[in-house]
């Protein structure tokens, strides 16, 4: 497991990089041949594909950011500044890249008097591809997405050979609850974090493959909205009910911990659940709303000009 696709002298290019990449490419080719079958202004489409990634991005870094500042804070002006915006090393929200997408998606609509819901379903197939490149970037990486210690069966030793993974976890961490390196011994010369963790990362792709394969039956639903509310209410599910219990993550309310060599490995409540509660919430009210619907026959592709004149 080498975070590294390829390396040229000092340029390096990261598979975390090149995973997402082809996750998004994906979505891309799956998103403009259903907007083209359904009759949909695929120029304009493009466009927003275009864009919803380059604020997408920006949006996920923020957010990781903004809730991750302790790996920041302590690095001095201007170094701080190239440490935010280096994405091969890994760290992005994914909330934060949906929300990002989302606002380019509402702009979009909205200047050319479109149905939000009909473009925003087209998306759900490459977030959900986008989640297992991501997830499997995180595995390469290594010290992102860790999952806690457990003395269960499925429990998961890192192999001595992933040395992005031991040296991260064998650096102390001033949270005590977040410290791996009291697991961490000498193993041929190289510190080893040898407890088993849950692999967390590996969740993360299941729930992506999950939510790929079931989208394509949320978009048989002639009722715009159902594959965009669906894809939230299950992603919501997913990621806090299983990835994020067993991922190691501080507790913004610390109801309950279990972790160590004879315990679960589960922690309650993280960001990511706390957030998910009212997403769930929302996203029940609002499929309800929308089943109550009568179904809306395909668009006639219109003649709408994108912003390049497309």
């Not at 500044?81 to 609509?109: E, F, K, M, P, Q």
């Amino acid at each position: 497991m080498n975070p590294v696709f390829l390396q040229i002298g000092t340029f390096t290019i990261a598979w975390y990089g090149v995973l997402i990449t082809l996750g998004i490419v994906a979505g891309v080719w799956v998103g403009t041949r259903m907007a083209r079958q359904r009759g949909l202004n695929v120029n304009l489409f493009s466009d927003m594909i275009l864009w919803m990634i380059i604020w997408g991005l920006v949006g996920a870094r923020l957010v990781f950011v903004l809730t991750s500042w302790g790996q920041f804070s302590g690095t001095p002006f201007p170094r701080v500044l190239l440490d935010i915006i280096n994405l091969r090393a890994g760290g992005i929200s994914i909330h934060g890249g949906l929300i990002g997408g989302i606002l380019v998606l509402i702009y979009y609509t909205r200047r050319y008097k479109l149905n939000f819901y009909q473009y925003a379903d087209l998306c759900v197939p490459g977030v959900a591809f986008g989640i297992i490149g991501g997830r499997l970037g995180n595995i390469m990486n290594g010290t992102d997405t860790v999952g806690r210690v457990t003395g269960w069966p499925i429990g998961f030793r890192w192999p001595d050979s992933a040395r992005a993974f031991h040296g991260g976890m064998c650096q102390p961490n001033p949270n005590p609850n977040m410290d791996l390196s009291q697991y961490c011994q000498e193993i041929g010369g190289q510190l080893v974090m040898t407890a088993p963790v849950h692999f967390a990362q590996l969740y993360g792709v299941i729930i992506g493959i999950i939510l790929s394969v079931v989208s394509y039956y949320w978009l048989r639903s002639h009722k715009p909205g159902w594959a965009f509310w669906q894809f939230w209410l299950w992603y919501s599910i997913l990621r806090a009910g299983w990835e994020e219990t067993f991922r190691l993550n501080p507790l913004t309310f610390n109801s309950y911990l279990s972790q160590g060599l004879d315990k679960a490995g589960i922690g309650l409540f993280t960001d990511t659940q706390v957030i998910s509660i009212p997403l769930i919430i929302v996203s029940i009210i609002l499929l309800i709303r929308i089943r109550k619907q009568p179904d809306t026959p395909l668009p006639v592709e219109t003649k709408v000009d994108s912003p390049a004149g497309g």
